[in-house]
């Protein structure tokens, strides 16, 4: 029995002696693809982050237009409602003119 034990000890030596190289090659190259995805997975959230600030300035940028756009549509909006009550006041101006004129036009 003790010849058999070592008979396969010395077999599993002889397989782990021949699979060892390949084996190491193997473990080698899957330690270069996980390292190369560990840095691209670092650099993610970075990029994300870049790209989250950058959106945010846009955001706050064009916020910032629109309440500037609002602002003078506002006071747009004021100077049109002046200027159509300039507007009725000329008109009614006009014709309070018109009605005396041709009142004083009958009487002579």
Known sequence: ???NIFELQ???AELKA???PEAIVVVEQQTT???AKIVQMKSKPK???RHLKESQRLLKESHDKFRSMEDQLLKLSWDVAKVRYKVEKAEEALAEETRAALE????H
């Open 1 to 3: 029995m003790g010849d």
């Open 10 to 12: 010395s077999q599993i």
């Open 18 to 20: 021949r699979a060892a």
């Open 33 to 35: 693809e996980l390292e």
């Open 47 to 49: 990029e994300s982050e």
């Open 104 to 107: 004083k036009a009958r009487k």
